[in-house]
Nanobody, 124 residues
Framework: QVQLVESGGGLVQAGGSLRLSCAAS????????MGWFRQAPGKERELIGA????????YYANSVKGRFTISRDNAKNTVYLQMNSLKPEDTAVYYC?????????????????WGQGTRVTVSS
């Protein structure tokens, strides 16, 4: 069982930056592929970034490529999402999720554990 707790959300102006963190419980954090999802009001949840257990493999949605960076520190059981050049359309609740396996995964069906979410609001 893995418990995930996100932090770092908040209100930021367009063009600004935020860094989200997701702390995981357990002793085998590196055996989980991790992902960051977001869900805007009235929209489906979408995967925006994923990272393999070792951190060497990553995936980004086109909508955030070049602006967001996913990383992890396995010694701290934590995955991060650095968000730069934020836009109003990035406003959403952001969730981290864990998938059993060492790769990175691009379908929400792969993810077994979810955090409670942290809200990001980008004002224009």
């Amino acid at each position: 069982q893995v418990q995930l707790v996100e932090s770092g959300g908040g209100l930021v102006q367009a063009g600004g930056s935020l860094r989200l963190s997701c702390a995981a419980s357990g002793r085998t954090f590196s055996s989980y592929g991790m992902g960051w999802f977001r869900q805007a009001p009235g929209k489906e949840r979408e995967l925006i970034g994923a990272i393999s257990g070792s951190g060497t493999g990553t995936y980004y949605a086109n909508s955030v490529k070049g602006r967001f960076t996913i990383s992890r520190d396995n010694a701290k059981n934590t995955v991060y999402l650095q968000m730069n050049s934020l836009k109003p359309e990035d406003t959403a609740v952001y969730y981290c999720a864990a998938a059993v396996g060492s790769g990175y995964y691009t379908s929400h069906w792969n993810y077994n554990y979810w955090g409670q979410g942290t809200r990001v609001t980008v004002s224009s």
